[in-house]
């Protein structure tokens, strides 16, 4: 029997992959013997990925999602992928009455509004495999709890919880499901850009269900869950991965 | 930049605080109303007022209205 988890030989694009989540995801498509499309901005850690990530067959793409105009030579140079995964985004943080319309605009842009249009662009292309599987990392913030001065982050993650439910109805003709991973707080570098330092954050984590952050690895597993054939009939939904956190 | 303007905007942004208990040397950390969620409203109306984005280790060593305010006029 074939095992309707595994990925290998799979061609999977994954966003984000130069830090914390995308990077754990990409290592773990190419552990698990799939070829990865790994896109970042930087490209030092780019390389480093390419230099780290086991098997054959990855490319490396600079790319930034608020930049259209760079897409179509990038989606030209691809081959036809069998599963997406968009791990890139951007916290940021402000009280509402602080809220400039530029910086939802950024974080609008990064979280939802470019992931969202690199998989159109993708399907324009006919780069997007019949029966393949995109996965959006959103957040608990936002489609689930919310926590103060958090509204431009939460709002964005809301917004793309929303296109994905209806993407998930559109695509599902051309055989392509459509799916969500909500990630509670986990270790990577974006929980260090706020105003926490290393104390709060441990005072934090110590009042959590599982009294600790998630590890990027863990999220990585259910999203790899979501791009397998073992999730085909698995589609419009969202997989919250928050040790309980939400629920309490 | 004006101590005493930034200090009513400071004071602007506390609820349920006097705006008469700010003074420079009022230690904001001590106040019962002071909260992170205050840490990130201050960090905020620094970046609107005076268009300077002071970092997190900045703002979490100030103690004092005056140091903040100094951190401030460092970048201005
Ligand atoms: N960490 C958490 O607690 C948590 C919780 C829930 C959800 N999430 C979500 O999980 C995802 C991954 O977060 P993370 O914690 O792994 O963050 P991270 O370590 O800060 O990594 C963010 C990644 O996004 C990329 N990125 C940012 N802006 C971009 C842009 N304009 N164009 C292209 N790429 C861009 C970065 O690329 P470069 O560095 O190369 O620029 C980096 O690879 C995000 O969507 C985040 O919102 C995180």
């Given at each position: ?19 914390g989540i995308?990077?754990a ?62 791990c890139?985004g ?47 990392v959103s957040s608990v913030d936002?489609p689930r ?12 993650k ?22 969500c991973v909500l990630p509670g707080t986990t270790d990577t570098?974006m929980i ?21 952050f998630a590890d990027p690895?863990e999220i990585a597993n259910a999203i ?14 969202e997989l919250v991965v928050d040790g309980?956190t939400s629920?309490? | ?76």
């Open positions: 029997m074939t095992n309707p988890f595994s990925i290998a030989g799979k061609t999977i694009l994954v966003t984000g992959a130069t830090s995308g990077r995801t990409a290592l773990l498509c190419a552990h698990m013997d799939a070829h990865v499309l790994a896109f970042g901005r930087d490209p030092q850690r780019l390389d480093s990925l390419l230099a780290e990530m086991p098997g054959e067959g990855h490319r490396v793409f600079s790319l930034d999602l608020t930049s259209p105009e760079q897409w179509p030579s990038v989606i030209a140079s691809l081959p036809v992928i069998d599963a997406f995964a968009a890139a951007v916290a940021s943080m402000a009280p509402f009455s602080f809220v400039t319309r530029e910086e939802l605009e950024r974080v609008m842009d990064t979280n939802c509004f470019g992931p969202v249009m690199l998989v159109q662009q993708l399907l324009k292309a006919k780069k997007l495999a019949k029966g393949g599987s995109v996965v959006f936002g709890i919310v926590h103060a001065g958090n509204s431009l982050y939460s709002a964005s809301s917004a793309l919880v929303g296109m994905a439910r209806n993407m998930a109805i559109d695509l599902a003709g051309k055989k392509i499901r459509v799916n570098p260090r850009t706020g105003s926490a330092d290393e104390q709060q954050l441990a005072e934090t984590a110590a009042h959590l269900p599982m009294k600790r690895g790899v869950f979501l791009l397998s054939d073992a999730a085909s009939y698995v589609n419009g939904t309980g629920i309490i | 930049m004006e101590m005493n303007e930034f200090i009513g905007n400071f004071a602007e942004l506390f609820d349920d605080t006097a705006p008469e208990v700010f003074t420079p040397d009022t230690r904001f950390r001590d106040l019962e109303e002071w909260s992170s969620f205050l840490a990130l409203a201050v960090m905020a109306m620094i970046k609107s007022e005076y268009d300077v984005a002071i970092t997190a280790d900045e703002m979490r060593s100030a103690n004092t209205v005056q140091e903040l305010f100094d951190t401030v006029q460092k970048y201005l």
